[in-house]
C-alpha cells in the first residue's frame, strides 16, 4: 500500500495566489482529514470528511480556505488569496472504521512570501 | 470539547537510559488516546493507542504507555532509548465512537545524546 499521497511537497508562492493542496487517502479508508501545523500554534484541525462528506468545518481559519472531496479518492484544500500567516505544513490523514488510527501523509510545506 | 497537555516541550536524555514523556487530558466524553512520533521533514507515524482493556499498551520500537483514568494520563515510557529515538512526540485524544478527529498536545522534542 502506498500510505497516504499529498502533492506538492512542497510549495512556494506569493501572497495573494491561489493554492491548492492534494490527498490521495488510503484505498478503503472512509474518513479524511486535514490538519496544520505551525510553531505557534501546533497540530490543529482544519476539516474532516466522512464517506466524501464534509462533517465539521469549524477549523477552517477563514473563507479563504476551502475544501472539497469529489470522490473517496482524492480531496483538495484550496487557498485563495494566500497570505504569509498561511505558512505552514499541512497534512493529510485518513482512516477506516476499525482500529481509530489516522494514517497520515508526509505533509505539504507551504511558504507565502 | 478536549484539550491535551503535554508537560514537557524537550526532553534531552542520554543514550540507553530510560524516558519517560508525559500526557494528560481533559474531556467531558469517553476518549481514545494515542502517541504518534513526528521524525524530522514527515508525517506522523503511530507508536501506540488505548481504546479499551489493559490500561498498560504496547507499541513499536519499545515505546509502552500507562493509561490512568482517575489521573486523565497517558504517559508514554521506554527503558532503554537509543539516538534513533531522537524525534518529535504527540499525544492525542479523540472521542469514543465513530471516525472522529485527532486533538493533539503541542508535542515533546526527544533528544538523545550519544
Known amino acids: 500500500d502506498a500510505g497516504v499521497i499529498q502533492s506538492p511537497r512542497h510549495e512556494v508562492t506569493e501572497m495573494g495566489q491561489e493554492v491548492t493542496l492534494r490527498c490521495k487517502p488510503i484505498s478503503g479508508h472512509n474518513s479524511l482529514f486535514w490538519y496544520r501545523q505551525t510553531m505557534m500554534r501546533g497540530l490543529e484541525l482544519l476539516i474532516y470528511?466522512?464517506?466524501?462528506?464534509?462533517?465539521?468545518d469549524s477549523g477552517m481559519p477563514e473563507d479563504r480556505f476551502s475544501a472539497k472531496m469529489p470522490n473517496a479518492s482524492f480531496s483538495t484544500l484550496k487557498i485563495q488569496p494566500s497570505e504569509p500567516r498561511d505558512s505552514a505544513v499541512y497534512f493529510c490523514?485518513?482512516?477506516?472504521?476499525?482500529?481509530?488510527?489516522?494514517?497520515f501523509g508526509p505533509g505539504t510545506r507551504l511558504t507565502v512570501l | 470539547a478536549q484539550s491535551v497537555t503535554q508537560l514537557d516541550s524537550q526532553v534531552p536524555v542520554f543514550e540507553e537510559a530510560p524516558v519517560e514523556l508525559r500526557c494528560n487530558y481533559s474531556s467531558s466524553v469517553s476518549v481514545y488516546l494515542f502517541w504518534y512520533v513526528q521524525y524530522p521533514n514527515q508525517g506522523l507515524q503511530l507508536l501506540l493507542k488505548?481504546?479499551?482493556?489493559?490500561?498498560l499498551v504496547k507499541g513499536i520500537n519499545g515505546f509502552e504507555a500507562e493509561f490512568n483514568k482517575s489521573q486523565t494520563s497517558f504517559h508514554l515510557r521506554k527503558p532503554s532509548v537509543h539516538i534513533s529515538d531522537t524525534a518529535e512526540y504527540f499525544c492525542a485524544v479523540s472521542s469514543w465512537g465513530g471516525n472522529t478527529p485527532l486533538v493533539f498536545g503541542k508535542g515533546t522534542r526527544l533528544s538523545v545524546i550519544a
Open positions: 490523514a485518513s482512516t477506516a472504521n476499525v482500529g481509530h488510527e489516522q494514517f
Open positions: 470528511f466522512n464517506n466524501n462528506v464534509p462533517i465539521d
Open positions: 488505548y481504546l479499551s482493556g489493559s490500561t
